[in-house]
C-alpha cells in the first residue's frame, strides 16, 4: 500500500476520534459536524473543471469518510468496515445514474 495512503489512514482515524469525544463532550451536535462536512462536500465539487471523475472522488473521499463516522455508523471505529460503506454508498449513487 502507498505511504500517503496509510497517512490518511491514520488521519482519518483520529480526526473522526477527536471529533467523537467533541460530540459526547456537548462541544458540538453530530447535525452540527454533518452539515459542516455537507458543506465541504460541495466545496471540494466546485471549480473543479477538468478533473477526472476518479480524482474528484478521491478529494470527496476523506469527507464522506468522516460523514460517515459522524453519523454514529456502528464500526465506525475501524476503517477498512467505513471506507467499505463509503465505497458502496459510491456505487449506489452511480448505479441510480
Do not use: W
Not at 21 to 26: C, F, Q
Not at 71 to 78: E, I, K, V, Y
Not at 81 to 95: C, G, N, Q, S, W
Amino acid at each position: 500500500m502507498n505511504t500517503a495512503n496509510l497517512q490518511m489512514e491514520g488521519l482519518l482515524l483520529a480526526v473522526a476520534s477527536v471529533l467523537e469525544v467533541m460530540v459526547r463532550r456537548g462541544v458540538v451536535a453530530r447535525e452540527e459536524l454533518s452539515k459542516a462536512l455537507e458543506a465541504a462536500e460541495e466545496c471540494a465539487a466546485r471549480d473543479r473543471e477538468g478533473l477526472r471523475q476518479a480524482n474528484l472522488e478521491a478529494i470527496r473521499f476523506p469527507i464522506r469518510y468522516l460523514m460517515e463516522t459522524v453519523s454514529g455508523a456502528q464500526g465506525s471505529s475501524n476503517f477498512a468496515a467505513v471506507a467499505t460503506r463509503v465505497a458502496e454508498a459510491l456505487d449506489e449513487r452511480r448505479d441510480d445514474n
